[in-house]
Every structure is written in C-alpha cells, then in structure tokens.
C-alpha cells in the first residue's frame, strides 16, 4: 500500500484498491505515516491525520493536533453545522493553560498562546509566520461540542 497525503488515502500498487481507515472514538482518521513536523511537547514526529477531509498532523503520543489556520476555521464551521450529538454547555477557560508556551513544529520559534475566540473556552497556540496552530488533546472536542446556534444539534 502506498499512502498518498494529498488524498489521505492508501492505494495498492497491484490492483489500485483504496483503503482509508476509520476514524478513531474523536472522529479522527490517522495513518501512521510521517508527517513534516515533530510534537512541540513531546519532540517525536507527527504523524498524519484526516478530520472528515481536513488534513492535520497528530502526536501518536500525546495526541495533539497541527493545523493550518485557515483550515482550522473552514473544518470548526463545517463540523459544527454537521454536529450529530446535542451541544454541550461551555466549560471554564483553563486560564492555567496560557502559563504553557510551546515553540512552533515549522520554524521553531514561540507561538502566541491565547484564549481561542470561538466557542469551547479553549487555549491554543499559534504560529503567526507558519500559519500554524497547536491544539492539545481533546480543545478540538471543546470547540466542535460546545452548544451554539452554529451547530446542528
């Protein structure tokens, strides 16, 4: 099988079957091949994933996700107006989250880190030059729960 990170996808050589993996307990696709960058908190290579046709790098250790920005936004809208559990109520902001500061995968330089915008209360990291941004394990799951009239449910 060869992997193909433009389609997320696995081909074989012999008889061009595809193959894509299902999705993990977060909805999230992840194909254990190396991506471009290394985890920020626990320097091991990232590997890729695939959030309903969004491409994003995953930690196989501690799970976080690596983004493009202008991805991040176009997959928050497109996920939440797909939503298939009832919304949650928002939970604090983990104020004790803007102490951490992680250096980005792409340039290695300190990304910014701040209070999300959007829904979920979240603190992420951002790359300003790479257009990056670093979401620790289960802030997308915030985001895409968090109730509001933007979700389908």
Known sequence: MVFHDRRMTYECQYCSTIYIP????????VYPEAARHKCPHC????VWADLEGFPAEICPRCRG???????????????RAHARTPGLEP????WEDLEEHVNCPACQQPMSTHVYGGPGNIVIDTCVNCQLIWLDYLELRRVL??????RAM
């Open 145 to 150: 729960d968090t109730s509001g009239r933007d």
């Open 91 to 94: 939970k604090p902001v983990p």
């Open 43 to 46: 320097l091991v290579p990232l």
């Open 65 to 79: 996700l690596l983004l493009k920005q202008d991805l991040f936004a176009k997959m928050v809208k497109f996920l």
């Open 22 to 29: 299902e999705p993990d307990s977060q909805g999230v696709r």
